[in-house]
């Protein structure tokens, strides 16, 4: 593990003394009634079936902060019971995004599949106890066994076998003699139960593939509700948090634990984050990911942690929504997502250096400005980080400017470039627009300016003013670079309003490539993942796959307007 990690986990615990949520006041009134002798250990449990993603680090940041506040232990551990859905790639992702997001699990680090030998001792207790069954029924009969929500299940034909008929098919579906989906080991609960988990879950199933960590030495696995208690119970660990969807599994989650007499953590369930304008499900994701909709998992419009950072969200800032949003036994509404990109703004805003850049360029000729000279002109990298400095910016003869921040026949209230009209050069000189060249086809090629030499800096003798001021970059000290706009993924806060299939939703704008975009030269050389505010056009990241030396690619982080902050002024 990295010093990253340990370091910002420190920050966090130095923080999260202030925070409040029923989840804590449980775990206060666990220690002070003695549960667990005083006691905290949590664990991240995720699936390694698809990338983690937003709604994911909600439960990052909820475990390994419960546990720094009052002082515990937090495992990371992959419930890997389902060989046909888990790869390695989605493993080694998982262990980079908590580092990322700035967790240590230290030398917690383990998989539910190191357990199977332990659950299979566990699942023969319960046979040899009565209480589970190896059963012939497939599938889709076991489904119109157990019944509905109105109606109670029905028994399986094969509930009543002996102890020592279940033991031995047990076992020989262990040594592989029976075929995928042939026979199942279910647990003997209530058939009528209300709680229709608790009608004979299957505890077994057989599936004859290769598992991702351990290879091919099983061909039985199983069934998450089973591998996930246990492998809590083994691991001691005291509250199990989950998502709400898990509420109605925990009668079963103690039943496993009661009956097999092994240590008995405690499972606590909150409301998931839901974000609009976004899917949060793996399942769909990966249906994005395979039918080629977004470029992989770490496409910048993908919701997840990879995807966010490529974009050029930063850890702090996804740390912060999380703390933000808190959390809650029930959520009624959906948080929007102008409030991730609030803490974003914010954040980068204290640190991310301010540049020129020009992404729709057209060429402006200043031409009583002598030829072959070149001035530079002190900018500030950051204006709200004092310690941040200043860079010299090269000026010339002629520089690129915004091809949007020039009309011929300007409305009133447009105050840039216009024939006759003055504006500022940020940081070098005024200028006024002389004449303006254009091609057969009528597209504007070149502006021609004068300029005035005393108003080096942004300033007259006379003290006149100016409204506009135009950012640009020296055309022979340009950059070369391709800058990507991207937008949201999907263009509904809810992309599967009335059932409707989220496809249809994907927003066909959710990204633009620019190709022809000239920058400063101080960004020829970027870092992967350094973060700037591009002036006027918001901020935005070195892409981590494709920037080169020379060769910079830039993906937009998010735009400048801050919608969240002005709903909270209203």
């Not at 505890?203 to 089973?226: L, S, T, V």
């Not at 990298?381 to 009309?407: L, Q, W």
């Not at 993906?555 to 400048?560: E, P």
């Amino acid at each position: 593990m990295s010093d990253t990690g340990t370091d910002s986990t420190k920050e966090i615990s130095e923080e999260a003394h202030e925070r409040s949520d029923f989840i804590r006041e449980i775990i206060k009134e666990h220690n002070a009634s003695g549960r667990f002798d005083g006691r905290v250990h949590t664990r991240f449990p995720p699936e390694p079936n698809g990338y983690l993603h937003i709604g994911h680090a909600k439960s990052i940041c909820l475990n390994f902060g419960i546990a720094a506040d009052f002082g515990g232990k937090t495992n990371l551990r992959f419930d890997d019971t389902n060989p046909l859905k888990e790869e390695r790639e989605y493993i080694e992702a998982i262990k980079r995004d908590v580092v990322w997001l700035g967790f240590d699990w230290e030398d917690r680090l383990y998989h539910a599949s190191e357990y199977f030998d332990q659950f299979y001792d566990f699942a023969v207790q319960l046979i040899t106890d009565g209480k589970a069954y190896v059963d012939d029924l497939s599938a889709e009969e076991i489904r119109q066994y157990r019944g509905t929500l109105k109606a109670p299940g029905k028994e399986s034909p094969h509930r009543n076998r002996s102890v020592e008929d279940n033991l031995d098919l047990f076992e020989r579906m262990r040594n592989g003699e029976f075929g995928d989906g042939e026979k199942v080991l279910r647990a003997k609960i209530d058939m009528a139960s209300g709680n229709i988990n608790m009608r004979d879950p299957t505890i077994y199933r057989i599936k004859h593939a290769p598992h991702p960590h351990i290879g091919d030495k099983w061909c039985i696995y199983p069934m998450y509700d089973f591998a996930h208690c246990l492998s809590d119970s083994l691991e001691r660990i005291t509250h199990s948090i989950c998502t709400l969807e898990f509420e109605d599994h925990r009668p079963l989650y103690d039943w496993y634990l009661d009956q097999l007499g092994v240590f008995h953590s405690q499972q606590i369930e909150f409301a998931r984050l839901e974000l609009n304008y976004t899917i949060m499900s793996k399942r769909k994701l990966l249906a994005l990911v395979k039918e080629g909709s977004v470029s992989g998992w770490d496409d910048p419009r993908m919701p997840t942690i990879m995807g966010l950072r490529r974009r050029g969200f930063t850890p702090e800032s996804i740390r912060d929504f999380c703390d933000r949003i808190g959390v809650a036994k029930r959520m009624d509404s959906v948080v929007d997502i102008a409030l991730l990109e609030h803490c974003l703004r914010e954040d980068l805003n204290k640190r991310a250096p301010r540049v020129m850049a020009v992404l729709n360029p057209v060429k402006l000729v200043i031409d009583n400005y002598p030829e072959g000279q070149v001035e530079e002109f002190d900018a500030d990298n950051n204006p709200e980080d004092d310690s941040a400095g200043t860079r010299k910016i090269p000026f010339t003869r002629e520089v690129y400017i915004e091809r949007d921040d020039f009309m011929e026949d300007p409305p009133k209230k447009f105050f840039r470039l216009a024939p006759g009209r003055e504006v500022r050069l940020k940081h070098a000189y005024y200028v006024t627009c002389t004449d303006v060249v254009q091609d057969d086809a009528g597209e504007i090629v070149e502006l021609h300016c004068t300029y005035d030499p005393e108003s080096r800096g942004g300033g007259t003798p006379d003290g006149r003013r100016v409204k506009g001021t135009l950012q640009w970059v020296s055309v022979p000290h340009a950059v070369d670079a391709e800058v990507r706009l991207f937008d949201r993924l999907f263009n509904k806060p809810d992309p599967e309003e009335k059932g409707e299939d989220f496809r249809a939703n994907l927003n066909p704008e959710s990204l633009v490539t620019m190709t022809h975009c000239k920058v400063e030269p101080s960004l020829a050389n970027a870092e992967p993942e350094s973060r700037y505010q591009f002036l006027r056009h918001g901020y935005f990241c070195a892409d981590m796959r494709d920037t080169k030396p020379g060769q910079p690619v830039f993906n937009r982080t998010v735009s400048l307007r801050d919608t969240w902050a002005k709903m909270q002024k209203k």
